[in-house]
Structure formats: structure tokens, C-alpha cells
T-cell receptor, first 112, second 111 residues
Framework: EADIYQTPRYLVIGTGKKITLECSQT?????MYWYQQDPGMELHLIHYSYGVNSTEKGDLSSESTVSRIRTEHFPLTLESARPSHTSQYLC???????????FGPGTRLTVL | DQQVKQNSPSLSVQEGRISILNCDYTNSMFDYFLWYKKYPAEGPTFLIS?????DKNEDGRFTVFLNKSAKHLSLHIVPSQPGDSAVYFCAASAGDDKIIFGKGTRLHILP
């Protein structure tokens, strides 16, 4: 069973607030990913990391930022939340290219 | 421009019958394909994968078929069970550690 955790599971917040979505994995995976998904749509990669101190932007432009100071931790931050940021955010990790990605349960963010 | 297309948003299948989910792709550089299953309020879970050097991969009730010339893959579930009701995502990768997902197909297994 995959051990990847996301908190909070649900977040409702007002416009302009700073938020951090937490993601942690206990599998020792070097590669970690953040996806954004709207209902009925595909998962879009917004950030990824190949290891500590490595972060890259994904294919979908996002105003969020990420950090990777520890192997197990890959938080995502929005400095000033807006209603357009309302979405589900999914974190994933993998061991290597030919290994599947393990997903966390997701954070459903609503910005009012 | 969608590189991975799942043209059926939903599919209903009788319990015990075969479920066939289809997926088309446009990028000929894709060399690894995956299927994920997602229940509501949960993250996707990996189901089965196939490398481009194969045309079939089987794992229990799940079989994935790859037709490279047609840029098409399909997932067969036999026999379908109530617990198979979920959204199924087709995904593909081109060797750069990034996975491109389709929009998903919602599978309903009818009693």
C-alpha cells in the first residue's frame, strides 16, 4: 500500500489568503509531482521534483510554488489565493521512470 | 491539444460481462502506457501498464492491449464486478518522467 499523505483534504478559504498544501511520502521516492484536476478533466502536471533541491514547472502554468528541502516532503504554496485556483490538487511520487506514480488522496481547494 | 484522448466520458456494463475502455494517443514518442482507477474523493491508483515493446499485458481480470500502428490502447476487465465502478484514466509517457493523462471514462457496473 502506498504511503503518501496530503493535508488538508478539504480547504475553503477567502481570496487573498496565503495557503500551503502539504504532501509527504514515506517510501523514499526521489521523484514527486503535483497535479491539478478539475471535474471531468484530465490531470495536469503543475510541478515536479527529481530530488532534494530540485523543482521544475510542469506543463500547466500555475501561480503556485513548491519546495523540496527533504526527500519526503513536497509542499505547494499559493501566496494569494483567487477563485480561479479552485480545483483538486493531487500529489504523487515514484521511484523511477518505469515505476508507476503513487497518488495521495488529494486536497480539494475552494477559494471564495 | 490533447495528446491522450478518452472519447467515451462514461460506460455502463452489466456485472459479469466484459468492460472495454478505449484510449487513443497522438504522440508517437510515447513508449509507456498506464491505466489508473479513481474513486470519488480519493487519488488515482495504478492498475496496469504496458511498454511499447509489447502488445498485451495481463494482470488477473485486467488486460491492456496496445496497437501502436493505430496509436490505440484498450483496457479489458473480465468479468466486471461492482467494485470496478470508478473513473478510469489512460496515461502515457515519453521517457521524461512526466505522465500525460486523458480525461477519464466513468465506468458503471450494473447489477
Amino acid at each position: 500500500e502506498a504511503d503518501i499523505y496530503q493535508t488538508p483534504r478539504y480547504l475553503v478559504i477567502g481570496t487573498g489568503k496565503k495557503i500551503t498544501l502539504e504532501c509527504s511520502q514515506t517510501m523514499g521516492h526521489d521523484k514527486m509531482y503535483w497535479y491539478q484536476q478539475d471535474p471531468g478533466m484530465e490531470l495536469h502536471l503543475i510541478h515536479y521534483s527529481y530530488g532534494v533541491n530540485s523543482t521544475e514547472k510542469g506543463d500547466l502554468s500555475s501561480e503556485s510554488t513548491v519546495s523540496r528541502i527533504r526527500t519526503e516532503h513536497f509542499p505547494l504554496t499559493l501566496e494569494s489565493a483567487r477563485p480561479s485556483h479552485t480545483s483538486q490538487y493531487l500529489c504523487a511520487s515514484s521511484e523511477s521512470y518505469y515505476n508507476e506514480q503513487f497518488f495521495g488522496p488529494g486536497t480539494r481547494l475552494t477559494v471564495l | 491539444d490533447q495528446q491522450v484522448k478518452q472519447n467515451s466520458p462514461s460506460l455502463s456494463v452489466q456485472e459479469g460481462r466484459i468492460s472495454i475502455l478505449n484510449c487513443d494517443y497522438t504522440n508517437s514518442m510515447f513508449d509507456y502506457f498506464l491505466w489508473y482507477k479513481k474513486y470519488p474523493a480519493e487519488g488515482p491508483t495504478f492498475l496496469i501498464s504496458i511498454s511499447s515493446i509489447k502488445d498485451k499485458n495481463e494482470d488477473g481480470r485486467f488486460t491492456v492491449f496496445l496497437n501502436k500502428s493505430a496509436k490505440h490502447l484498450s483496457l479489458h476487465i473480465v468479468p466486471s464486478q461492482p467494485g470496478d465502478s470508478a473513473v478510469y484514466f489512460c496515461a502515457a509517457s515519453a521517457g521524461d518522467d512526466k505522465i500525460i493523462f486523458g480525461k477519464g471514462t466513468r465506468l458503471h457496473i450494473l447489477p
